[in-house]
């Protein structure tokens, strides 16, 4: 995003904090939606909010600061898991507090002030692997109980090189259609909204 304009980013980890200025791309900073933004009155013409809103208890009252955070017409990128029924360890571990569908999300953005440009899932030619894949473990515990150990692992080991490109092209393949249609379900939801 540093090359289309001045760049702006906040956190509320330390550790995430050092990494991420570490890579000197842009100085991040110490702060914490929705109450403690670092940026006095700054208002900005893009807010990407990429899979965080999951992590914050009140997501009305971020999305409201975020509004207010904008100019005239600014715009707002921000994508969430989908599908509660998708829950997972791993939503555990990255500490999400839910999982959103476009029906529940699009209301509480549109109560915050903004207007919904475009609305999607994404992520969806690995959909049904990764609902089979949780269907299977919650099907497990059913049977067996909660005393049984599944192999959860975390999403965050990168697969060998190989691996990694094969599934980066298999997921940038959704690119080519997201601009002409929304897509009807996936694992993620994008959503670019306006403030009015």
Aim: hydrophobic letters at 40%.
């Amino acid at each position: 995003l540093a090359q289309f304009g001045n760049l702006y980013a906040l956190e509320s980890n330390d550790d995430a904090i050092a990494l991420a200025n570490n890579r000197g791309i842009t100085k991040v900073e110490k702060g914490s939606l929705p109450d403690n933004i670092p940026f006095g009155s700054k208002k900005f013409d893009l807010i990407c909010m990429i899979d965080v809103l999951e992590h914050i208890d009140d997501d009305l009252a971020t999305l409201k600061t975020l509004h207010g955070l904008l100019k005239p017409n600014g715009k707002l990128l921000l994508t969430a898991p989908a599908y509660q029924f998708l829950w997972s360890h791993q939503d555990e571990i990255s500490q999400h507090k839910r999982r959103y569908t476009r029906g529940n999300l699009e209301p509480i953005i549109r109560n915050a002030g903004f207007s919904i440009l475009y609305s999607t899932y994404f992520n969806t030619i690995f959909f049904p692997i990764v609902l089979a894949v949780r269907t299977f473990k919650t099907a497990v515990r059913s049977l067996l109980g909660n005393t049984v150990e599944i192999y959860e692992g975390n999403d965050y080991n990168m697969p060998s090189k190989t691996m990694n490109r094969l599934l980066t092209e298999i997921f940038a393949f959704e690119r080519h259609a997201i601009p002409k249609m929304p897509l009807p379900f996936g694992v993620s939801i994008m959503v670019i909204a306006q403030a009015d």
